[in-house]
Structure formats: C-alpha cells, structure tokens
C-alpha cells in the first residue's frame, strides 16, 4: 500500500475511539505536523516518516507502534506504547518523549533505537519505564543530548550515547 501523504499540518482525534493507520509520510522534510489524539482509545500506527521525516509530532492514547520506523522533527508518545517489531524512533534534532510504559507485544524482546538527531544537534531522550524482569525489551540504542528514566526500564542490553547528563532513577 502506498503511504498516506500529508499536505499540511494533520490532526487525527477521536472521543475514545480507536485509531488506526498505515504508513504516513510528510510532503516536505519536517514541513507537515501530526497530531494524533484517541481521547483515551486505542492508536495503532505505521511506519511515520520513513520516507519524508514529519514535522513535530505528538501521539496520545494507548499506542501499538505497528511500524519500524518513526521519523520527525521531534516525537512525543503520551501513554503506554507497545513495540511490535524492532523499531527506531528519530528526530532532526529534537526530543523523544515516552511518557508511558513501554513492552513487547509479544515475549520476545524487541530492539528499541531513540536517536534525537545527529552529532551536535542531538535533543534530549525522555523514557518513563518499560519491559519486565521476566519479558525485557530487546537493546536499547540511545543517541541523545541529555537522557532522563525516571522508572526502571528491563532490557537485555543497551548503549547511550548522551552529550550532556544522563538521570537514571
């Protein structure tokens, strides 16, 4: 299927109904914004991005990332997130948020890469929690400015690569 492109800046909000898409890309790179709101229902999302990053895009409800890559300008997941497969989520320089719990779909676990932009421009990499002791996410691959956990995150490896502080609750 060929990804939905978006012209300009798109909302997508239901009042707790669930949300569904493919693949979305922007027109421009950076040019076109996403907002996605289930008023507390569900988001399954594709790929977004992965052909022509978004602008600054923001998600919230209970996610399923269906896709492997999430590319924007700056990327924040309100609500708990479920990978899928292994996935990368990066931005042009600005922040990744996660402000939810974070797991598997299943019980094998899956890669999660954050990249917040390239070597001197990197934006800062903010996870709440994710995995179990007994169902881990796969490695996490960090690339940041500053990277903050405020819970306890289960994987089965890891690398961060932070410029500036690294917080670890």
């Known amino acids: 299927n060929a990804p939905v492109l978006l012209l300009s800046d798109t909302t997508l909000a239901t009042n707790g109904s669930a949300i569904s898409t493919g693949t979305i890309d922007g027109t421009t790179a950076g040019g076109q914004a996403l907002t996605v709101n289930a008023g507390g229902g569900a988001v399954t999302l594709g790929d977004l ?37 292994a996935t990368t989520v990066s931005t042009s320089g600005g922040a990744i948020s996660i402000a939810g719990d974070i797991q598997n779909a299943g ?52 690398r961060i690569d932070a410029h500036g502080k690294v917080a670890l609750s």
């Open 49 to 85: 991005g992965s052909h022509m990053r978004l602008g600054a895009t923001e998600v919230t409800g209970t996610v399923r990332l269906a896709g492997a890559e999430y590319s924007a300008d700056s990327l924040g997941f309100i609500g708990p997130v479920t990978l899928t497969q």
């Open 107 to 158: 019980t094998t676990p899956l890669a999660l890469s954050l990249h917040a932009g390239p070597d001197g421009t990197r934006g800062d990499v903010d996870l709440v929690s994710g995995g179990t002791q007994s169902n881990p996410l796969g490695r996490l691959d960090v690339a940041a400015g500053d990277f903050t956990l405020t819970g306890t995150l289960w994987v089965t490896g890891y």
